[in-house]
């Protein structure tokens, strides 16, 4: 059975993409900060899934490149990789940005997940296969006012995958991104600094992407036959058509 290695998996669309690949039968190897969470998704798992967790950030260079290197034989066998982890840090305009909010979200966004991608790339060369999903945003296809260095962030994952997938192309590497829109997640927790009300009030008087729609597609991506590679997929919500243009009945 084929190994998956997911970041960000302790809630969102990284829990949500563990538990589809965990339906699928998947070893599942979940990456996150916290452990508590981790362990709590691994008793949702079916009882014949094998599963391990590693415990870092993946700001952290050195516990990437410690932890990925190091894993069980039974699971340092990597097959996917879901970039998942990533997080957006306010919503100010760019005079009134806050510089740690810049760095957290330049640093997980995009170099976190070039440190992950280059821990796992070695033994999905060795044996010329693999599959590396980046997901990206549509704040990585589109700027909204305010979202400035967050959509910048998510500008380089189109980039990246991009190039990944130009560099990897003669390896047998597939590369693809899938960009979701507006996805009821913790996300609107985190950017908006624990403030549930603010938070709650992007999700309100529309029906948003639920995180198992996301997982439901990258189950799909990794599984069309060998020959098909689905490069880059953006997913709103029916209610959205850009990300600005929110169709909400308030
Ligand atoms: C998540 C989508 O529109 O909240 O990246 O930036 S959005």
Redesign the pocket.
């Known amino acids: 059975m084929k190994t998956v290695i997911i970041t960000g998996a302790s809630s969102g669309i990284g829990r949500a993409t563990a538990l589809e690949f965990a339906q699928m039968g998947y070893n599942l190897i979940l990456c996150g900060r916290n452990e508590d969470a981790l362990t709590r998704l691994q008793e949702e798992f079916p009882s014949a899934v094998s599963s391990h967790i590693l415990i870092f950030d993946v700001r952290n260079k050195a516990e990437v490149f410690e932890q990925i290197g190091n894993l069980p034989n039974t699971f340092s066998r990597i097959d996917i990789l879901v970039n998942n982890a990533g997080n ?1 840090h306010g919503l100010e305009p760019i005079q009134s940005g806050n510089i740690d909010d810049w760095d957290a979200m330049l640093d997980i966004n995009v170099k976190g997940l070039l440190y992950v991608t280059k821990a796992v790339l070695p033994g999905m060369l060795e044996r010329d296969s693999g599959h590396i999903i980046n997901v990206g ?3 990585g296809k589109e700027v909204y006012p305010n ?1 400035n260095v ?1 959509c910048a962030s ?1 500008y380089a994952v189109d980039a990246l995958n991009q190039g990944m997938r130009l560099d990897l192309n003669k390896t047998g590497i597939k590369v693809g991104a899938v960009n ?4 009821k997640t913790g ?1 609107s927790d985190v950017r908006f600094k624990g403030d549930h009300d603010r938070a709650g009030k992007v999700y309100q008087g529309y029906q948003p992407l639920l995180p198992e729609d996301i997982a439901r597609i990258i189950a799909f991506m990794v599984t069309v036959p060998a020959h098909v590679n689905i490069a880059d997929l953006t997913v709103m919500p029916a209610a959205q058509a850009s ?1 600005v243009v929110v169709n909400k009945v308030e």
């Open positions: 957006a945003s549509t704040a979202g967050y998510k979701p829109g507006l996805t996300f990300s």
